[in-house]
T-cell receptor, first 111, second 112 residues
């Protein structure tokens, strides 16, 4: 049974701070890793993908992957109230295979 | 580029009734997925199509759920008969390569 674990939160951070979201996965052969943002009542929106160990930066977002530790994280710098949402970690074996999602971490950015 | 389209957006039915959802993927995306998302949970795969063939339907409750993608483009998901526990959001996603999946707005189903 492939599992993806996330702390459900809520994670509360002040505006302008760094939000750190974490995820672990059980299937060691997983190759593709994604972070989705989901606002209440909306569908998941892809914000980051990462495929190799290390860091990947895109604007205020940085994804970090450590396959040896089976650990993925997402850092959000200069957090804004508009970043308040549920962040879903998703893992797949390879391209075009189904995603296995965690339950999501609810982030609240306090103005 | 237009995104993934789904309809209807909302549906309320009585238990034991049937319901169908429609999805049109992003143009050129050969792979189409249906996921079920129950409140407070992450999406869970129901079925994956590659063009008009089924790749993975291992988690589809086949006694009541069916899906098709006859011409390799749009797809329908049907539930018959519906149970109370089928109340959820049904999400359609499509992908071209690299596994990046893009989701439609979803259909929120309430079974009374």
């Amino acid at each position: 049974q492939k599992e993806v674990e996330q702390n459900s939160g809520p994670l509360s951070v002040p505006e302008g701070a760094i939000a750190s979201l974490n995820c672990t996965y059980s299937d060691r052969v997983s190759q593709s890793f994604f972070w989705y943002r989901q606002y209440s009542g909306k569908s998941p929106e892809l914000i980051m993908s990462i495929y190799s160990n290390g860091d990947k930066e895109d604007g205020r977002f940085t994804a970090q992957l450590n396959k040896a530790s089976q650990y993925v994280s997402l850092l959000i710098r200069d957090s804004q109230p508009s970043d308040s949402a549920t962040y879903l970690c998703a893992v797949s074996l390879s391209g075009n295979t189904p995603l296995v999602f965690g339950k999501g971490t609810r982030l609240s950015v306090i103005a | 580029e237009a995104g993934v389209a789904q309809s209807p957006r909302y549906k309320i039915i009585e238990k034991r009734q049937s319901v169908a959802f429609w999805c049109n993927p992003i143009s050129g995306h050969a792979t189409l997925y249906w996921y079920q998302q129950i409140l407070g949970q992450g999406p869970k795969l129901l079925i994956q199509f590659q063009n008009n063939g089924v790749v993975d339907d291992s988690q589809l409750p086949k006694d009541r759920f069916s899906a098709e993608r006859l011409k390799g483009v749009d797809s329908t998901l049907k539930i018959q008969p519906a149970k109370l526990e089928d109340s959820a959001v049904y999400l359609c996603a499509s992908s071209f390569d690299l596994g990046e999946q893009f989701f439609g707005p979803g259909t929120r189903l309430t079974v009374l």
